[in-house]
């Protein structure tokens, strides 16, 4: 993840935001892969986990090794500390002979997500900085290396671990990979120098270098895609690394192919490039302004940073909530990023936050599993999510101000009830009393129910029936 990276893939995903339908979405032929993303779209609220040998030092990820990120720059290797670039790269790369997680505890990671409501997960296989979390055979920058002392542990393949834990609690499994790799000598020369993110010299110019870097993507990838279980999206980073950019074309088509058929079904995302293999869309760190009728993801921290940051000012329950309502309103999925900490664990805030957005789910999880986007999406502070198949909709009303509850009237513009529908209050007991307007419907909400809400932060109204095609 990086900042202006994010600033080039907002601008792209406002161009197709306001399309219906995005790359091939519209004409998937594979029964499989259809069927997974389909499967994948109910699911509405994944984990991202951003965790490296980085996390040691709590700074931003791979991206204080790029020289043209000057504010990351200042920010993770200020001139007082690390006046030379050289010496930074190499104390950077030897954090690897320190890292040593020896509470990494998948288990925990994984019952605190489920209870949180969460169904799918992703884990960052590999970095822009090149350094491997799972076996690879390509290189020995990587957490099973000698160098490494926690290659030693029972755990040391920690992608492996990661995904067979999930698996167990019956999540969907995700691996992230980034295309560049900055730790390469085939894509990052050491004979020339780095002045940004791509390759450091013409591909095209020297075929047979980048040749190896392609074959050394390639296997790495097929080493994800043999050596750990079921893998249900190959979730690519680094999309400047195209054909269309400096001549960086690794394969798509080859690589999608082995993953397709060592994966069958499974769910590609190359970040940034549209077609065959981006399957759905990945804004970052930002909630669309209009509903997406294509597949897509929001892929947003909880705290301030991807990566690991000690003291870290994590955002709020109430603010955790309403993100994700807002994103499945316009027909999207919540990827949400905790970053672990060197010692293999979450921060006790980010365990206080999951427990909390569990609590609401517990509640109103129907409003928000196996829904769609219905019109008109939202409406002031009030979201809309349809039950698939059905002309049930659901009206989630985000509390406007802290401890401010819900008033005894709620007006909805833009959908009414069916004649023989029946409203309530989940989580409260009896019916809501109700009529159509001209503009839409209007809701009471009784006292009795207003001084014993169910849940805090927003409230689902649930009609048993709209008045919808």
Not at 156 to 182: C, H, L, Q
Request: hydrophobic share 35%; with cysteine; net charge neutral.
């Amino acid at each position: 993840m990086k900042p202006k990276f994010i600033f080039i893939i907002f601008l792209i995903f406002q161009i197709f935001s306001k399309m219906e339908s995005f790359g091939n979405f519209s004409s998937i032929e594979d029964p499989l892969l259809a069927e997974k993303l389909e499967k994948w779209q109910d699911l509405k609220f994944g984990l991202f986990m951003h965790w490296g040998a980085y996390s040691q030092w709590g700074i931003v990820e791979s991206w204080s090794l790029c020289n043209e990120d000057r504010e990351w720059i200042k920010a993770n290797r200020p001139e007082s500390l690390h006046p030379d670039y050289c010496q930074y790269k190499k104390d950077y790369e030897d954090l690897q002979k320190t890292f040593n997680p020896v509470g990494f505890s998948p288990g925990k990671w994984a019952k605190a997500a489920k209870e949180a409501g969460m169904k799918y997960v992703i884990f960052t296989t590999k970095h822009h900085d090149g350094f491997c979390m799972f076996d690879t055979k390509q290189t020995d920058y990587k957490i099973t290396s000698e160098k490494c002392p926690f290659h030693v542990n029972p755990k040391a393949n920690v992608t492996k671990v990661i995904f067979d834990t999930f698996r167990e609690e019956g999540f969907m499994t995700g691996a992230y990979f980034s295309k560049p790799d900055w730790h390469s000598e085939y894509f990052w020369w050491p004979y020339r120098a780095t002045p940004d993110r791509n390759a450091n010299y013409d591909p095209e110019e020297y075929p047979g270098k980048w040749q190896k870097f392609k074959n050394f993507t390639y296997n790495q990838i097929e080493e994800l895609m043999i050596g750990y279980g079921n893998v249900d999206i190959l979730w690519l980073d680094g999309g400047w690394v195209n054909p269309s950019r400096n001549n960086q074309d690794i394969d798509m088509p080859g690589i999608a192919e082995m993953a397709r058929k060592n994966q069958p079904g499974i769910i590609i995302v190359d970040r940034g490039q549209k077609g065959p293999y981006t399957n759905y869309l990945t804004p970052e760190q930002h909630v669309p302004e209009d509903a997406i009728l294509s597949p897509w993801e929001s892929c947003i921290t909880m705290g301030s940073s991807w990566s690991f940051k000690p003291d870290d000012d994590y955002k709020s329950v109430r603010e955790l909530i309403h993100m994700l309502v807002d994103i499945v309103a316009k027909g999207g999925n919540l990827l949400l990023n905790i970053g672990p900490g060197p010692d293999g664990d979450f921060d006790q805030v980010a365990y206080k936050r999951l427990k909390n957005i569990g609590l609401w789910m517990e509640i109103n999880d129907e409003a928000i599993y196996k829904t769609k986007p219905v019109q008109p999406y939202k409406y002031e502070n009030i979201c809309l999510t349809r039950k698939k198949d059905t002309k049930m909709v659901y009206a989630v009303y985000l509390e406007k101000e802290a401890n401010a509850g819900i008033p005894s009237k709620i007006g909805i513009k833009g959908i009414k009830a069916a004649k023989s529908a029946k409203l309530s209050l989940l989580g409260a007991r009896g019916s809501l009393k109700w009529k159509n307007t001209d503009s839409g419907i209007e809701i009471y909400i009784p006292d009795k129910i207003r001084n014993n809400l169910p849940c805090d932060h927003a409230w689902t109204i649930k009609i048993s029936e709209a008045d919808i095609p």
